[in-house]
T-cell receptor, first 111, second 115 residues
Framework: DAKTTQPPSMDCAEGRAANLPCNHS???????VYWYRQIHSQGPQYIIH???NNETNEMASLIITEDRKSSTLILPHATLRDTAVYYC????????????FGQGTTLQVKP | ETGVTQSPTHLIKTRGQQVTLRCSSQ?????VSWYQQALGQGPQFIFQ???????GRGNFPPRFSGLQFPNYSSELNVNALELDDSALYLC??????????????FGPGTRLTVL
């Protein structure tokens, strides 16, 4: 299974863009990059996923490098409610589709 | 549209007891996955059910077992509880076989404490 590496913590000022990096240097060609976040004591929340093209939805943007060895999740205008643990996950190939969570990045949005 | 629900919210058991946790999947979803999240750690995959059959299992002993019912709701059973089983147990549902790119939607979890 491909593994991911994320910084353990990051700070961001409210209203500014939060850029969360993720390394996944051993990713396979048919594996997707997923991002989830978990606000304290709640279940993880799906944010976005992509294969090789950049993706954008109402929550965030996902930028994947051309070699697919790393990606960046961008929250364009962070709010205090975006304070959470953010998980970068490479979707396991095969038909179980299990998610392998690492330690994630704790993002603290400050006023 | 109703999201994923889990019951109970909190549970306290003693070592050696058995516990059953329940999950109702989101409307239209036929795949349910269970995860265990110890304090300060990321969730760990336990197993997945697709159309009432187990469809993949993580590194958990046989005393962790499950069921999925015709309405796609699911149960997680843990026998002979150990102190290390204390954790947040998360259920996630998705549409179709989860080998597709369909995202998994998580419930709020059940907090199990084993004394």
């Amino acid at each position: 299974d491909a593994k991911t590496t994320q910084p353990p913590s990051m700070d961001c000022a409210e209203g500014r863009a939060a850029n969360l990096p993720c390394n996944h240097s051993t990713i396979s060609g048919n594996e997707y990059v997923y991002w989830y976040r978990q606000i304290h004591s709640q279940g993880p929340q799906y944010i976005i996923h992509g294969l090789k093209n950049n993706e954008t939805n109402e929550m965030a943007s996902l930028i994947i490098t051309e070699d697919r060895k790393s990606s960046t999740l961008i929250l364009p205008h962070a709010t205090l409610r975006d304070t959470a643990v953010y998980y970068c996950i490479v979707r396991v190939a095969g038909n179980t589709g299990k998610l392998i969570f690492g330690q994630g990045t704790t993002l603290q949005v400050k006023p | 549209e109703t999201g994923v629900t889990q019951s109970p919210t909190h549970l306290i058991k003693t070592r050696g007891q058995q516990v059953t946790l329940r999950c109702s999947s989101q409307s239209g979803h036929n795949t349910v996955s269970w995860y265990q999240q110890a304090l300060g750690q990321g969730p760990q995959f336990i197993f997945q059910y697709y159309r009432e059959e187990e469809n993949g299992r993580g590194n958990f002993p046989p005393r962790f077992s499950g069921l999925q019912f015709p309405n796609y709701s699911s149960e997680l059973n843990v026998n002979a509880l150990e102190l290390d089983d204390s954790a947040l147990y998360l259920c996630a549902s998705s549409a179709g076989l989860a080998g597709t790119t369909n995202e998994q939607f998580f419930g709020p979890g059940t907090r199990l404490t084993v004394l």
